[in-house]
Nanobody, 121 residues
Protein backbone atom coordinates (compact mmCIF):
# COMPACT_ATOMS: atom_id res chain seq x y z
CA UNK A 1 0.00 0.00 0.00
CA UNK A 2 1.53 3.30 -1.10
CA UNK A 3 1.04 6.35 1.06
CA UNK A 4 2.28 9.88 0.49
CA UNK A 5 3.02 11.88 3.61
CA UNK A 6 3.35 15.65 3.34
CA UNK A 7 4.90 18.05 5.82
CA UNK A 8 6.08 21.62 6.06
CA UNK A 9 2.86 23.59 5.82
CA UNK A 10 1.92 26.30 8.27
CA UNK A 11 1.22 29.96 8.81
CA UNK A 12 3.61 32.54 7.38
CA UNK A 13 3.53 36.25 6.73
CA UNK A 14 3.45 37.63 3.23
CA UNK A 15 6.94 37.68 1.76
CA UNK A 16 8.00 34.70 3.81
CA UNK A 17 9.10 31.23 2.77
CA UNK A 18 8.09 27.63 3.37
CA UNK A 19 9.38 24.29 2.19
CA UNK A 20 6.95 21.45 1.65
CA UNK A 21 8.09 17.85 1.66
CA UNK A 22 6.36 14.71 0.47
CA UNK A 23 7.68 11.21 0.92
CA UNK A 24 6.19 7.98 -0.32
CA UNK A 25 6.05 4.89 1.84
CA UNK A 26 5.74 1.55 0.12
CA UNK A 27 7.18 0.67 -3.26
CA UNK A 28 5.99 2.39 -6.40
CA UNK A 29 6.47 0.53 -9.62
CA UNK A 30 7.63 2.78 -12.42
CA UNK A 31 7.27 6.30 -11.08
CA UNK A 32 6.01 8.63 -13.81
CA UNK A 33 6.70 12.16 -12.62
CA UNK A 34 5.86 14.04 -9.44
CA UNK A 35 4.06 17.25 -8.67
CA UNK A 36 2.20 19.61 -6.39
CA UNK A 37 -1.35 20.88 -6.66
CA UNK A 38 -3.28 23.23 -4.43
CA UNK A 39 -6.89 23.99 -3.62
CA UNK A 40 -8.07 27.24 -2.10
CA UNK A 41 -11.48 27.54 -0.38
CA UNK A 42 -14.26 27.69 -2.95
CA UNK A 43 -11.91 27.03 -5.85
CA UNK A 44 -10.97 24.05 -7.95
CA UNK A 45 -7.74 22.19 -7.38
CA UNK A 46 -5.03 23.62 -9.60
CA UNK A 47 -1.58 22.67 -10.77
CA UNK A 48 1.33 24.31 -8.98
CA UNK A 49 4.36 22.49 -10.37
CA UNK A 50 5.48 19.20 -11.83
CA UNK A 51 8.82 17.51 -12.38
CA UNK A 52 9.50 14.66 -14.77
CA UNK A 53 11.73 11.67 -14.16
CA UNK A 54 14.48 13.43 -16.09
CA UNK A 55 14.13 16.61 -14.04
CA UNK A 56 12.19 18.80 -16.43
CA UNK A 57 10.00 21.19 -14.47
CA UNK A 58 6.76 22.96 -15.22
CA UNK A 59 5.15 25.73 -13.17
CA UNK A 60 1.87 27.57 -13.03
CA UNK A 61 2.34 31.14 -14.21
CA UNK A 62 1.26 32.42 -10.81
CA UNK A 63 4.23 30.81 -9.05
CA UNK A 64 6.99 31.07 -11.64
CA UNK A 65 10.10 32.66 -10.22
CA UNK A 66 8.92 32.16 -6.63
CA UNK A 67 8.46 28.40 -6.23
CA UNK A 68 10.95 25.62 -6.95
CA UNK A 69 10.10 21.95 -7.23
CA UNK A 70 12.73 19.28 -6.70
CA UNK A 71 12.89 15.56 -6.08
CA UNK A 72 15.00 12.88 -4.45
CA UNK A 73 14.67 9.70 -6.46
CA UNK A 74 16.40 7.57 -3.85
CA UNK A 75 13.81 8.56 -1.29
CA UNK A 76 10.78 8.73 -3.61
CA UNK A 77 10.35 12.25 -2.33
CA UNK A 78 9.33 15.55 -3.84
CA UNK A 79 9.77 19.02 -2.42
CA UNK A 80 8.37 22.49 -3.01
CA UNK A 81 10.35 25.52 -1.96
CA UNK A 82 8.05 28.54 -1.79
CA UNK A 83 9.51 32.04 -1.57
CA UNK A 84 7.93 35.48 -1.62
CA UNK A 85 4.64 34.02 -0.50
CA UNK A 86 1.46 36.00 -1.10
CA UNK A 87 -1.95 35.79 0.60
CA UNK A 88 -3.35 34.35 -2.63
CA UNK A 89 -1.04 31.35 -2.17
CA UNK A 90 -3.18 30.30 0.79
CA UNK A 91 -4.51 26.81 0.07
CA UNK A 92 -4.25 23.15 0.90
CA UNK A 93 -1.26 21.79 -0.99
CA UNK A 94 -1.29 18.22 -2.27
CA UNK A 95 1.63 16.20 -3.56
CA UNK A 96 1.09 13.67 -6.30
CA UNK A 97 3.27 10.93 -7.77
CA UNK A 98 2.49 9.43 -11.12
CA UNK A 99 2.85 5.75 -11.90
CA UNK A 100 3.04 3.70 -15.07
CA UNK A 101 0.36 4.98 -17.44
CA UNK A 102 -0.70 7.81 -15.18
CA UNK A 103 1.03 11.16 -14.90
CA UNK A 104 1.11 13.18 -11.69
CA UNK A 105 -2.22 14.80 -10.97
CA UNK A 106 -4.27 12.32 -12.98
CA UNK A 107 -6.98 10.22 -11.32
CA UNK A 108 -4.76 7.16 -11.46
CA UNK A 109 -1.82 8.77 -9.68
CA UNK A 110 -1.05 8.70 -5.98
CA UNK A 111 -2.09 11.64 -3.81
CA UNK A 112 -1.11 12.89 -0.41
CA UNK A 113 -3.59 13.98 2.25
CA UNK A 114 -2.78 17.66 1.86
CA UNK A 115 -1.04 20.23 4.03
CA UNK A 116 -2.42 23.67 4.83
CA UNK A 117 -0.46 26.76 3.85
CA UNK A 118 -1.78 30.06 5.14
CA UNK A 119 -0.18 33.36 4.17
CA UNK A 120 -1.22 36.38 6.21
CA UNK A 121 -1.08 39.91 4.85
Amino acid sequence: QVQLVESGGGLVQAGGSLRLSCAASGSIFSINGMGWYRQAPGKQRELVATITNSGTTNYADSVKGRFTISRDNAKNAVYLRMNSLKPEDTAVYYCTIGRYGYGPGTPGSYWGQGTQVTVSS
